[in-house]
């Protein structure tokens, strides 16, 4: 059973995934089988994904992450934290994400 | 709400806009033109043990940089094909080393090769799909085509090792003299196996390398027009589509009537071939010098976006041409192209008057079942 993600993880980019950017959006594309729910598939980030995506280098905590997306958006870090840890939460569950 | 989508390849919404911008979103790299076959109608396979075709092959290292200046480019699609691929020792590393550059892979083999080492890296690494041609559903047919002995044993091998591992593959076919009796038997067998797919194709055109002895073996394998016709009449699916584009497919008022650019066709727009020695090419079958670049003296970038251009500007002055294969309504219909006329007769505006025949045909069978 998968350990639930903590704000306290540090998250970074499975190296079976490749993320690329084109066109201004972020492709991430599975390398191996069972990626996912269906073969066959990329998967593509919304607005709030792709900007929580490129602060996720595998360094900061899910805690910082959220700080330094408030900076951004200018607005409480802590209405941001729910955000950060339900999308990587999904994304470590599908295995496009792992936590260090 | 989700902050991520899970889409499917066909419908990922970027395609069409990397398309509007002339994006080389696929490309085809030729591993090898050395192959384990020799079939009678193929228009690349040279000898396993050709040396100097092995010398010049790329290397591992050469298709890597290449590919990642086509990923730069913003490519998506690679499909590795030859010859037959596999043949390559550092096939694993290859297709690997693409894959992991985040292109979509997809391989051409005659699966005569595919062992189970190929079977744990497709499983673990799934490809895009694996074409694979059936040249005949018995073992006479099919090595009367492919001309080595044992080959039919290891096509089938081969396939049951994909299929059974869940594999994704397509099976496609040749139309020739060689296996035109088993036809049905063909479209049967490779319908059982990838329903959504099959296709064959009834037409050849000549060989690469312009190797005269190999292109007689193809002249005598090619379908006369009325064999053509009576397989495509045949095949229901194929008769459908033809007739449901019948107004695209004739084009009484062609709409390039008057100019006088050799290229109308697709060549160099979204996609393009490297060779196995490096020679970037706008399509498969264009191989007219003054349309080469050579990838290992120049960039990918600079061919595609300034040698593509020029190539596609580029203009016929020949009389006949202007006035018959340039305007003529029939070109959807016919395998007639540049690349294919300088096959034929070693210009790009050279008329072939084989594929006239065929296109010729088509169209009054079309027009008969209007």
């Known amino acids: 059973m998968a350990t639930q993600l903590s704000l306290d993880a540090v998250c970074a980019c499975s190296e079976n995934v490749v993320a690329r950017t084109i066109e201004g959006e972020v492709v ?46 200018d607005g409480p870090a802590s209405e941001l934290e729910a955000d950060v840890l339900g999308f990587a939460s999904e994304l470590t569950k599908r295995g496009i994400l792992v936590a260090k | 709400m989700s902050k991520s989508h899970s889409i499917e ?55 890597g940089d290449i590919a990642q200046q086509a990923v730069n480019l913003g490519a998506m699609w690679c499909l590795i094909t030859g010859g037959e691929p596999l043949l390559r020792p550092d096939f694993a590393e290859i297709y690997t080393g693409l894959r992991r550059k985040g292109l979509l892979v997809s391989v051409f083999t005659n699966a005569t090769l595919i062992n189970e080492d190929h079977i744990a890296l497709f499983k673990k690494h799934p490809p895009r799909d694996i074409e694979i041609t059936v040249y005949g559903v018995t073992r006479e047919t099919y090595e009367r085509i492919t001309r080595r002995p044992g080959t ?30 088993e036809q049905d038997a063909i479209a049967d067998f490779c319908r059982a196996y990838t329903k959504d ?12 390398d312009g190797n005269r002895e190999c ?42 009537f008057g100019c006088d650019h050799l290229f109308h066709c697709g060549a160099g727009n979204g996609s393009f071939n490297v060779s196995y020695d490096g020679m970037f090419r706008l399509c ?14 120049g960039k990918l970038d600079d061919a595609w976006n300034h040698f593509v251009p020029k190539v596609r500007d580029m203009r016929s002055t020949r009389q006949e041409f202007l006035k018959t294969c340039r305007v003529c309504p029939l070109v959807n ?10 096959l034929e007769t070693g210009e790009m505006d050279g008329a072939t008057p084989y594929f006239c025949a065929v296109a010729k045909l088509r169209a009054t069978t079309l027009r008969k079942t209007e």
Not at chain 2, 222 to 238: G, H, S
Not at chain 2, 284 to 297: C, M, Q
């Open chain 2, 197 to 208: 797919f099959y296709r064959f194709d009834p037409q050849l055109h000549l060989r690469f």
């Open chain 2, 284 to 297: 498969s079958s264009l191989w007219a010098p003054p349309t080469l670049y050579d990838l290992r003296r």
């Open chain 1, 28 to 73: 991430l594309i599975p390398l191996i089988a069972g990626i996912g729910d269906e073969e066959d598939e990329l998967y593509t980030l919304n607005e709030t994904g792709q900007a929580i995506w490129q602060k996720l280098d595998g360094k900061k905590t899910l805690k910082e992450v959220a700080v330094s997306l408030a900076e951004v958006f």
């Open chain 2, 9 to 63: 390849i066909k419908e990922f919404p970027l395609w069409e806009r990397l398309k509007a911008k002339s994006v080389p979103l696929s490309f085809d790299m030729e591993i090898t033109a050395r192959c384990n076959c020799n079939c009678r109608h193929c228009y690349i396979n040279l000898p396993v043990g050709d040396r100097d075709a092995q010398a010049r092959e790329l290397s591992l290292a050469e298709i």
């Open chain 2, 333 to 342: 219909l016919c395998l007639w192209c540049p690349a294919h006329a300088h």
């Open chain 2, 215 to 256: 292109n007689k073996d193809i002249i005598a394998e090619r379908l006369t027009p009325e064999q053509i016709i009576a397989l495509e009449q045949a095949d229901k699916e194929r008769m459908r589509a033809m007739q449901k584009n019948c107004d695209t497919l004739i084009k009484d008022e062609f709409a390039h």
């Open chain 2, 152 to 181: 039919f044993d290891k096509f089938m091998r081969g396939m049951n090792l994909l299929l059974e591992s869940g594999v994704r593959i397509r099976l496609k076919a040749m139309a020739i003299q060689s296996n035109l009796a």
